[in-house]
């Protein structure tokens, strides 16, 4: 069974930590061996530039330098850790990935979303996730969230406007994915939680249909040619 690659997205506050957490825990159950990865970051020098591009410098940060940063670890992460998991028969859950630019760096800052194309292209190829979750979440909400756990970083001190930009982006990116599912962020964590895990059943059921398994066994996941 080949495995997948699961990315969890959303503005800060958004709870995708825990989603994480959940989703590796269903993964585990159903037998799959499972590995975590977050963006930017997720090998040294990719854990380095997010160090870079989450910090305050005493002069301005570009908003290409910041894109392009995105991508440079976005390409030391997929090389080095995501498709090697995926060869060795992983499934991969990613905090964030090529959805987080178009959201922050495209709709938040503007950027061209041709020039973010091109770079995917360069950095990524056809390489893509096999499922986004989208853990939707107000701007306010989600800040005042992230404010209560310690001082903002140089990207969530980018304003409200920005982050409104982001939030109207993913939404858009995701209601014309195929591939990806909102989830409302804005309610109690377990309701939150009961969501995704039927979101998540459901993804998985049809996962199983499309790439011809049997559905039969909870723990261990046979393919039928083996039965
Ligand atoms: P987080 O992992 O705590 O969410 O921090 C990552 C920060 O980097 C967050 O503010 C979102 C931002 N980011 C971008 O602006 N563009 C990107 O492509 C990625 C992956 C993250």
């Not at 091109?118 to 853990?135: A, I, N, Q, W």
């Not at 800040?143 to 858009?172: C, M, P, Q, V, W």
Request: glycine letters at 8%.
């Amino acid at each position: 069974m080949a495995p997948s690659f699961i990315v969890v997205e959303g503005l800060e506050g958004a709870g995708k930590s825990s989603v994480i957490e959940l989703i590796c825990a269903f993964l585990v159950a159903k037998g799959h061996e499972v590995e975590c990865t977050r963006e930017p970051g997720g090998t040294p020098m990719a854990e380095a530039i997010r160090e870079c591009v989450k910090q305050t410098w005493d002069e301005v940060v570009t908003q290409e330098t910041e894109l392009l940063l995105m991508y440079a670890a976005r390409s030391q992460l997929v090389e080095n850790k995501i498709k090697p998991a995926m060869s060795a028969n992983k499934w991969v859950i990613g905090d964030r990935h090529d959805m987080s630019s178009v959201a922050y760096q495209g709709g938040g800052r503007g950027i061209d979303l041709s020039v973010l194309s091109s770079l995917r292209k360069m950095t990524l190829g056809d390489f893509e996730p096999d499922l986004v979750l989208y853990l939707d979440v107000e701007p306010s909400v989600g800040l005042a969230r992230a404010r209560g756990r310690g001082e903002l970083d140089r990207i969530e001190l980018s304003g409200l406007t920005f982050f409104e930009n982001a939030r109207k982006t993913y939404k858009a990116l995701v209601s014309a994915s195929s591939k990806a599912i909102e989830i409302n962020a804005m309610q109690t964590m377990s309701d939150v939680h009961s969501n995704v895990t039927i979101a998540l059943q459901d993804w998985y059921t049809n996962y199983l249909l499309v790439n011809n398994i049997s559905t039969e066994t909870d723990n261990t996941v046979k393919d039928v040619r083996e039965i």
